[in-house]
Nanobody
Framework: EMQLVESGGGSVQPGGSLRLSCAASGYTGSIYSMGWFRQAPGKERQGVAAADSDDSTRVATSVRGRITISMDNAKNTLYLEMRNLKPEDTAMYYC?????????????????????WGQGTQVTVSS
């Protein structure tokens, strides 16, 4: 069974940067896509960015230009670099993996595309 463990969250001031990591383990099959999602209190989980097995990436319009998603296949680790953070970026950030091969890829990525989830890492942007 796949395990996803996020790290790198924390508290930063507006304009700051963070780099989130998601380490995948316990699975030897194909991973078709990995993505980052976030969920603020009282709000739905929303897609931030995804890295697909064809080496393409998908980024939500709301964060485009401020984030970079990347995958280190040798380390089975997914990264999310976030810059110029804003208070509205405050949320729990989750890593997800698709091991089934979703038929549809959306922009932003949608939770229904993924079947494995991490426990999340909190990002708080406040002055």
């Amino acid at each position: 069974e796949m395990q996803l463990v996020e790290s790198g969250g924390g508290s930063v001031q507006p304009g700051g940067s963070l780099r989130l990591s998601c380490a995948a383990s316990g699975y030897t099959g194909s991973i078709y896509s990995m993505g980052w999602f976030r969920q603020a209190p009282g709000k739905e989980r929303q897609g931030v960015a995804a890295a697909d097995s064809d080496d393409s990436t998908r980024v939500a319009t709301s964060v485009r230009g401020r984030i970079t998603i990347s995958m280190d296949n040798a380390k089975n680790t997914l990264y999310l670099e976030m810059r110029n953070l804003k208070p509205e970026d405050t949320a729990m950030y989750y890593c997800a993996a698709d091991t089934r091969g979703a038929q549809r890829r959306r922009i932003p990525p949608h939770p229904s595309e993924y079947n494995a989830w991490g426990q999340g890492t909190q990002v708080t942007v406040s002055s």
